[in-house]
């Protein structure tokens, strides 16, 4: 190779390396975080959460200076596929292990027999500090290796534009913020989420719920996140391999979505959300599937049982030897439903409460039970039960144009243009 060619694939390599930056920053500034309109009950809410606000500037640009020096090194490149698996397994197995080990230092300190924590801690202190630095060594490469391999089976599946997946899956395994969502009390209805520092308490987690309550008339729910569609996108770290190729492969399609209408769109009302997210559900489902057959078939868990349910009235419910949350959640929310509709709000708080104790008896420790509790979770609407949703039609809808299409990408190519529930039944009609 002469002194003008390698000139040219040097500036070939460059400029293309400049346009993943541009298409990072880019993306980040299109996704990097919860957008919070000002002004009434928002301003109200953020006099008692902006000390604790999680700052998604500071986490973007951290994660956007890890992923552009992962993309410089590529050393995932120099690993065979099988190799490439096998990293990643060892890299969840030793979160097993630093999790494990950290549990252990939680129980001596607990322990009101063990007169000296420090001493007898020690051993398990420096093999978590050992197995700590380890993780952290491979934790850039490990999510490497699992962006290409999304990447691989978006293409597959079709979803790629010129060839290319668009947006290209980048993720950061983080503490992930919690969110608080706040509904008004006489419905269910999701007017505000503002992302909160991942290391709040449950008191203060209380107390912020019962400040909301009693001065500003609101439902007010601190839930645990598990992703975050951000961009590069935020993961909780996992060890359960067929749950985070799951969430990766779901906080991808959102990004997807993001570039389009229906994500554009996300913000507009509860219904795209719910279109929003039981996609996301869906998609994310089906491509955390196909990495594990393609990458990780010893660890590809039974298909589900696709069952069709018909929901009956309340009478018709399980027995309690065979409670089934979905079913049960179903029902609790039909009858607040019908109880808020009547204005009846504090018999349907009541109400919520006394189900949350029939959840806790039966093996669910659900800390709050409340409008803001369904609204957050209605909007997760892929199981044919209901579960929070209740009797909402917007989940059920996007289940059932899914099963219209053969291929994935068909699918999600179709419904990224919806901006409406009309839209969507328009979808389901032809």
């Given amino acids: 190779m002469g002194p003008w060619s390698k000139f040219q694939s040097v500036l070939l390599q460059r400029r293309r390396y400049i346009r993943i930056f541009i298409l990072v920053v880019l993306m980040a500034a299109v996704l990097g975080g919860s957008a919070i309109p000002a002004g009434g009950l928002t301003f109200l809410v953020r006099t008692f959460t902006r000390p604790i606000e999680f ?12 992923k552009l020096t992962s993309w410089g090194l590529c050393l995932e490149r120099f ?18 292990r630093v999790n494990r080990l950290n549990a252990e230092m939680d129980a001596i300190y607990t322990n009101p027999n063990i007169t000296n924590p420090d001493q007898v801690s ?5 093999e978590f500090n050992t197995e700590l630095e380890r993780l952290n060594s491979t934790a850039s490469l490990a999510e490497a290796v699992l962006q290409t391999q999304l990447m691989t089976v978006i293409q597959e599946s079709g979803l790629q534009f010129l060839g290319q997946v668009s947006p290209p899956s980048l993720y950061r395994v983080s503490d992930v913020p919690q969110s608080l969502v706040i509904s008004p009390r006489t419905e269910i209805r999701q007017i505000l989420d503002v992302s909160l520092t991942p290391s709040i308490s449950v008191d203060q987690k209380e107390h912020l719920e019962s400040i909301i309550f009693k001065k500003l008339d609101h439902s007010a729910l601190v839930v645990p996140v598990g992703g975050i569609g951000s961009y590069p996108t935020m993961v909780m770290q996992s ?3 067929v749950w985070l190729t ?32 039981t996609t996301a559900t869906l998609a994310g489902q089906e491509l955390g599937r196909m990495i594990l057959e393609k990458y990780y078939p010893d660890h590809l868990p039974p298909p589900p049982v696709q069952t069709q349910v018909q929901p009956g009235p309340p009478e018709t419910v ?4 065979e409670f089934n949350f979905q079913t049960e959640m179903r029902l609790t929310r039909v009858e607040t439903d019908r109880l808020l509709a009547e204005g009846d709000v504090e018999g349907a708080e009541a109400y919520m409460e006394a189900r949350r104790q029939v959840f806790w008896e039966n093996g669910y420790p659900i800390r709050k039970l409340n409008q803001a509790y369904f609204a957050f979770y209605g909007a997760y609407s892929a199981d044919p039960e209901g579960g929070a949703a209740g009797e909402d039609p917007v989940g059920p809808a996007v289940q059932a144009l899914r099963a219209q299409y053969d291929q994935l990408a068909d699918f999600l190519n179709a419904i990224s243009w919806v901006t409406s529930f009309n839209d969507l039944l328009k979808l389901l009609e032809r």
């Fill in 318 to 321: 399980s027995q309690p030897d």
């Fill in 246 to 277: 799951e969430v990766i492969a779901h906080e991808w399609v959102h990004n997807f979505l993001t570039l389009r209408p229906l994500g554009i769109n996300y913000f507009t009302s509860d219904v795209l959300r719910t279109i929003n997210e």
């Fill in 239 to 241: 060890s359960d391999l």
């Fill in 122 to 126: 020690q051993s398990v202190h420096e």
């Fill in 79 to 96: 690993l065979t596929p099988q190799a490439q698996s096998a990293l990643v397994l060892d890299h969840l197995a030793r979160v097993q």
């Fill in 55 to 66: 700052d998604f500037s500071t986490w973007t640009l951290d994660a956007i200076g890890a």
